[in-house]
């Protein structure tokens, strides 16, 4: 029995594969957050429901368990509280001065500008902020401060779109604060990477595919990249200046960015496991575990990196509907889906007829599947085969 504890801030079905990966290497597994029902508490040897964004009161947990690790998986807000507990128990963990840079938009913006880094023109925003009409020669998008899956995101076009969006935009901070921000056309990524003695040392860039304007969703991720080289490494090479000036030497990050003609723009980094199902998505493509790695990593335990990878062309897709209603699909197709050698796992959340709604950010997908091509090409052909073939719809 490995006799380490690891406390993993939340237990939904988001931080699944991190408690679960912990108990198959006998760790010592704590859970905790406010949500009593959450699906992780169940595996967990001891849970608490104390919020994840109480930072008193989780290091109180951390200290009677006397845990040897921390983590904070595909949660943004938790973020903090794992960078504070780690930082007064000795603990691995980024310094919290970074992780309150990361975890405000508004923050890492100015960071960004305070470091000459490419980034969107942007202003914070409040309720009663009016912005000048001309900024919508062009389009620009518009944020809360402190959110994640795209909740409360619009693309805007016009100054009758901020005033429609704003009510709903800062609906989601708890702040009541959002940032307005140029949109910058281009090529929509993520990379997902492993900070080791400041150096990086594995990166994955994968290609994210968004759900229709104003809304931006992640629908998809594909691997290998189709991102030109040259910006694979200039992408790389801001995100070791960023990690250096953030004081992060050793740790796991999610990053998104959009790439133009010669720019890399980074819209958001986070010290933690990314979402969306990367996870799976890299051990299928490539065989390497990062949940392990991010296991192991957090209570210090030192890991085999490898030195080179090779990725078989894979895409996570994340299914949802266009307008809410009562969800429908092809069945005869999902079975045959499921039976075709290039899909690896289909799977719907919902039953067949229960409500659903429009696909405009993360919690309302309705399915994921996870999907091989023999190239890039045809990896995206077969995405496209799948979803019209699947025919889902909310009627
Ligand atoms: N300035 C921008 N230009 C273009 N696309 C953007 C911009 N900001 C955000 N996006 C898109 O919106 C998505 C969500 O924004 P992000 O800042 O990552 O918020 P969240 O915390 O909800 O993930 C991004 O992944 C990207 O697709
Ligand atoms: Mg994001």
């Given amino acids: 029995m490995n006799k380490k504890t690891l406390l993993v801030l939340a237990a939904s079905i988001y931080q699944i594969p991190t408690i ?10 704590i859970t ?59 603990l691995q963990g980024v310094p919290l001065e970074c992780a309150n840079t990361v975890f405000d938009k508004i923050a890492f913006r100015e960071f960004l500008n305070r470091h000459a880094f490419p980034a969107p023109k942007s202003y914070p925003i409040t309720l009663n902020y009016q912005p000048n009409a001309d900024l919508f020669r062009h389009s620009w998008i518009m944020k809360p401060d402190r959110s994640s899956g795209s909740k409360g995101i619009f693309i805007v076009r016009s100054l009758s779109d901020f005033y429609q969006y704003l009510p709903e935009t800062l609906r989601f901070s708890p702040t009541a604060r959002g940032i307005l921000e140029e949109f910058i056309d281009g090529f929509q990524g993520t990379c997902e990477g492993i900070v080791n003695q400041g150096e990086l040392a594995l990166t994955f860039i994968l290609d994210r595919r968004t759900v229709n304007p104003p809304h931006v969703a992640t629908c998809g991720h594909h691997l290998p990249s189709a991102l030109p080289p040259q910006l694979q490494e200039k992408l ?23 790439a133009t003609e010669n720019e890399i723009y980074i819209l958001e980094i986070s010290p933690r496991l990314g979402g969306n199902s990367i996870a799976t998505l890299l051990k299928k493509a490539t065989g390497f575990n990062i949940v392990e790695y991010s296991v192991k990593q957090a209570c210090g335990e030192v890991t085999h990196l490898p ?6 062309p894979t895409s996570v897709v994340l299914l949802g509907v266009e307008k809410e209603g009562r969800l429908s699909y092809n069945q005869t197709e999902l079975e045959a889906l499921r039976q075709e050698v290039w899909v690896d796992s289909l799977s719907i959340d919902f039953a067949w007829g229960e409500l659903v709604y429009p696909f405009i950010h993360g919690r309302n997908r309705v399915g994921e599947a996870l999907i091989f091509g023999n190239n890039r090409n045809d990896l995206d052909n077969k995405v496209r085969e799948l979803k019209q073939r699947l025919q889902l719809e909310g009627i």
Avoid: M
Wanted: include cysteine.
């Fill in 20 to 29: 679960a990966t912990a108990k198959r290497l006998e760790y010592r597994v």
């Fill in 307 to 312: 030195t080179t990878v090779n990725i078989r």
């Fill in 32 to 90: 905790t957050d406010d949500v009593p029902s959450n699906p992780g508490h169940a595996l967990s040897d001891q849970s608490y429901g104390v919020s994840t964004i109480d930072q008193q009161a989780v290091l109180e947990i951390a200290r009677q368990e006397n845990i040897d690790g921390i983590i904070a998986p595909c949660t943004d807000v938790a973020v903090p509280t794992s960078a504070y507990v780690a930082e007064q128990l000795g």
């Fill in 236 to 258: 790389l090479v801001i995100l070791k200046k960023i990690w250096h000036l953030l004081g992060v030497t050793d740790g796991l990050f999610d990053c998104d960015f959009v």
